[in-house]
């Protein structure tokens, strides 16, 4: 009697085991399908020849990809954000390395400091500093500048994630290289540009790509800066999303994520997901 | 030797740049904000006349319980959902570990805009699910699925899942493993396991992903915008509103820095944790 009884627990508790491993394996399921699911259902229905979105189409045709091009409120929002994108990422590599530098090798008195206010843009709420950098522009008459507010407003946002991934990797290389070329001669700035900054290219690159990424997707600090001269693609996609219907949104959604993706596997393949897991 | 001058070795020359530009064009036009939330324009004195409008304004104490609440939710569904991906990405073997993560992180690179609009094709009336719903006949009409603070949850949580996950994960790696085995062989179930030894090891990452997942919930803007419509104003679209919609830009002052606060009292307290959490668990 007593040996079927222990029998019997062991069958439950097996059950109970591959019972929750099963319960485990379906609820990871269900996030990833949650996590991927709506990106991947826009990118398929983007492929629709309808006037309206449908998953799957009924037929594929990439009837909305030429309808979008020949939109120029698309066309010329999309110059724009790609003009922005490049000269704030190109102004944030330029100054960010530089203090990535001094904030990875250089012990100087007032680096807390340094390192609070270049990291700050990221630690406000962007809507607050939307807010606030459209009432600075008010306050100097300069609120019809869109370009220049901005590539000035994506220039803050920007500079954290080029510091962030430079500093990390100036922080992980061999500072041994650098003492060697000085003791051979080479002055500072030669040590600087011909060891340094290659030891810390990964990183660059990376850092780069992530403050492109996030500058040319940013919609809700560039909302309080766009206006009628100058708009951005988020921009003018999510107040098409607000008063249009048409599947538009689907082709311009699915042009981004493929953007992304090639984004995506640059980033993989210079630094690693661990930039994405390390902070 | 000469090093000791150039602009490459000096910290304050290599800072100066990144720190002056971000000074004058961030934290000045956000100290200029601040002043402005307590200035009024009737009586031109510092007054916190703005701040009593806003407490007097049903609408704006509707949109900061609603901001608290959705965002709660939002933290509750990422860890719920947040403790099972984790597990399963640190148990996984090394090629599904590097796919899991993949398709993890890809996410997050990923336009919030973009992926308001996946949940827009999705839950709208004419949209995927309730397509399919019709068809299956479970539904007559169309349910309405966006436009509602429900609506808002689903978005957010999935554009913040990640992040917890990440949290939950940087600290249950370093848990030993054998610590899990022990307590199984030792003849604890699974779901005891699980709340008596695996939820305990998490606190560290568990109260970092709880404060970070809230705080990104509270100052999200295009999510609630696009799904939450304009009947659900939270406190981020409330700004966007008094500031292009009724032009009361000393209301969009005050909401501004209340949100600011509370933003950084959150960062502040993560940190906070994560010192602490070092210290006690390192």
């Keep these: 009697m007593i040996g079927m009884s222990q029998a019997n627990n ?28 709506p990106i ?22 990439l009837h909305w990809y030429y309808e979008v091009f020949s939109l120029s409120w698309f066309r010329s929002a999309l110059l ?33 400091l340094v390192e609070l206010v270049v990291l700050s843009p990221l630690l406000l709420p962007s809507v607050v500093l939307g807010f606030a950098l459209f009432n600075f522009a008010v306050y100097f008459a300069i609120e019809n500048n869109n370009f220049i507010n901005l590539v000035a407003g994506h220039v803050l946002i920007t500079i954290p994630f080029v510091v962030r991934s430079v500093w990390a990797a100036m922080a992980g290389a061999d500072v041994s290289l650098e003492e060697a070329s000085m003791s051979l001669g080479a002055t500072p700035a030669q040590a600087f540009r011909d060891v340094v900054l290659p030891m810390a290219r990964p990183g660059i690159i990376a850092g780069c790509i992530l403050a492109f990424t996030y500058s040319f997707n940013d919609v809700t600090l560039s909302i309080f800066l766009a206006g009628s001269n100058t708009t951005t693609l988020p921009v003018q996609m999510m107040s098409h999303i607000e008063t249009s219907g048409d599947p538009s949104p689907a082709a311009i959604s699915s042009l981004m994520v493929g953007l992304t993706m090639i984004f995506f596997v640059i980033i993989a393949k210079t630094v690693g997901l661990k930039i994405f897991t390390d902070r | 030797m000469a090093s000791e001058r150039s602009f490459f070795t000096n910290g304050y020359a290599l800072s100066s740049p990144a720190f002056t530009l971000v000074g004058l064009i961030a934290l000045v036009p956000v100290l200029q904000l601040f002043a402005s939330a307590f200035w009024s324009f009737t009586t031109e004195s510092y ?24 965002s709660l939710c939002v933290t509750v569904v990422t860890v719920l959902l ?13 090629r599904m570990q590097s796919l899991l993560l993949t398709l993890l992180v ?20 004419s949209g995927v699910l309730n397509k399919l719903l019709l068809n299956l006949g479970i539904i007559s009409e169309p349910l309405s699925l966006i436009h509602n603070e429900a609506a808002v949850i689903i978005g957010e949580s999935q554009l ?18 054998s610590l899990e085995e022990a307590s199984l062989s030792l003849g604890a179930n699974p779901l005891t396991t699980f709340f008596r030894v695996i939820v305990p090891m998490s606190i560290p990452g568990l109260l970092s992903g709880t404060l970070m997942v809230f705080s990104l919930a509270i100052t999200a803007f295009a999510t609630p915008l696009l799904l939450g419509g304009g009947r659900t104003p939270m ?48």
């Design chain 1, 80 to 112: 724009s954000s790609l003009v922005i994108s490049v000269i704030s990422t190109t102004i944030s590599a330029a100054i960010g390395i530089f203090v990535a530098r001094a904030l990875a090798r250089i012990p100087f008195r007032g680096k807390a």
């Design chain 2, 106 to 125: 890809f996410p997050l690179m990923v336009s919030v805009v973009v992926r308001a609009y996946g949940w827009l094709v999705v839950l709208s009336p």
């Design chain 2, 235 to 282: 406190m981020t679209t409330l700004v966007y509103s008094f500031a292009f919609t009724t032009f009361e830009w000393d209301k969009a002052a005050a909401v501004g820095i209340v949100l600011a606060v509370l933003a950084l009292f959150f960062v502040c307290v993560q940190r906070w944790a994560a010192k602490v959490g070092l210290k006690s668990f390192g």
């Design chain 2, 160 to 177: 913040l899942l990640p992040y917890m996950v990440l949290a939950l994960v940087a600290t249950l790696q370093k848990v030993d493993p």
């Design chain 2, 82 to 94: 947040g403790y099972p991906l984790a597990m399963g990405l640190l148990r996984a073997g090394s």
């Design chain 1, 10 to 37: 062991y069958a439950a508790e097996r059950m109970m085991w591959s019972a929750s491993r099963g319960l485990l394996y379906l609820t990871i399921l269900a996030g990833y399908i949650f996590l991927l699911a």
């Design chain 2, 47 to 70: 007054t916190l006349a703005n701040f009593t409008a806003l407490l007097d304004s049903k609408m704006a104490t509707q949109a900061f319980w609603r901001s608290i609440r959705v």
């Design chain 1, 40 to 61: 991947f259902i826009v990118v398929v229905a983007s492929f629709t020849n309808d006037n309206y979105l449908l998953f799957p189409p009924k037929e594929f045709s």
